[in-house]
């Protein structure tokens, strides 16, 4: 067994609570390697690329902090389907599989292998520049074509299957999985997914326009994202909250961003992978439960 203990770094500091586990597992005779990371600040460093590219040697990883950690974790693991388990220390904890409280049970049961599997859908997706340059990426809640913080509307057109949609002017086009319903998709007014559907939901977000609704899709379909050809403002590529590049409407400030831009995007193809995200759970999850009590009765309902 060998086990991968990704903690997140927060203003230079590292979770007290690794401490105790590590000394947990060296009891245990489990082998681990501690792998300390900022949310979306080093994702770029050959650092990260390294550990992405070794993570198929363990066993299981397990996630300290909140669900931005765990969907830094999961970025790590990428299509490799390693095992996750998130502990939750953060907030709303929807990806996590075990509370502080189940601390060390929860590492029982995950180094006996006797947690709950609970796979998420990946989402995939093409960027096709004008160049000839293409990309790819994956994410796990969302990936979306914004206007980001630039001041005016954009305007998207919108495909599934080759079939055209719409034409979105607003804040641009996010796309989610079940797994990001419950994140910014729901705050741009889309619908809570069960986490087992397989498919996508695409939002217009903030659309100037009272006929634009969100559609869910099966896993099966592709939505594509496309500039149109009146469109002259600069967009944003998200994925899970990260930005990739900006299309250039006119000049760029590239300090802004997290890479040089690479010139003009022609489309941006969305599909759902044959890559499942292994989560695990420790004990009992209900996830209409848990949406009841964090959006409806909670905190958050307020």
Known sequence: MKVLLFNMVVDGQEAH???????????????????????????????????????????????????????????????????????????????????????????????????TEDPRAILEAKVSY???????????????????????????????????????????????????????????????????????????ISPHSLASRAVITTKMDTVTIMPNAENRQRLVLFIDGEVFWIHPGSKVDVSEIADDPKGEVISVEVGVSDKKLNLRRFGKYDFYTHISKVFFRGENAR
């Open 17 to 115: 609570y690794l401490d105790p586990v590590c000394k947990w597992l060296d009891d245990k005779g489990v082998e681990y390697v501690v792998f300390s990371d900022e949310v979306f600040k080093d994702g770029h460093d050959q650092r990260f690329k390294d550990m992405s590219a070794s993570v198929s040697s363990f066993d299981i990883v397990c996630s300290f902090g909140g669900d931005g950690t765990t969907l830094r974790a999961a970025h790590a693991i990428g299509k490799s389907e390693v095992p996750l388990i998130s502990f939750n220390f953060g907030h709303l904890g929807f990806l996590a599989g075990a509370n502080e409280e189940d601390l060390f049970s929860a590492l029982e049961a995950a180094i006996t292998g006797q947690l």
């Open 130 to 204: 004008k160049n000839g340059l293409i990309e790819y990426h994956i994410a796990f809640n969302e990936l979306v074509v914004s206007r980001g913080h630039f001041g005016r509307i954009v305007t998207l057109d919108l495909e599934i299957n080759n079939n055209y949609l719409d034409t979105i002017r607003g804040d641009g086009v996010l796309v989610s999985t079940s797994t990001g319903s419950t994140a910014y998709s729901l705050s741009a007014g889309g619908p809570i997914m069960a986490p087992d559907h397989e498919g996508l939901c695409v939002v217009p």
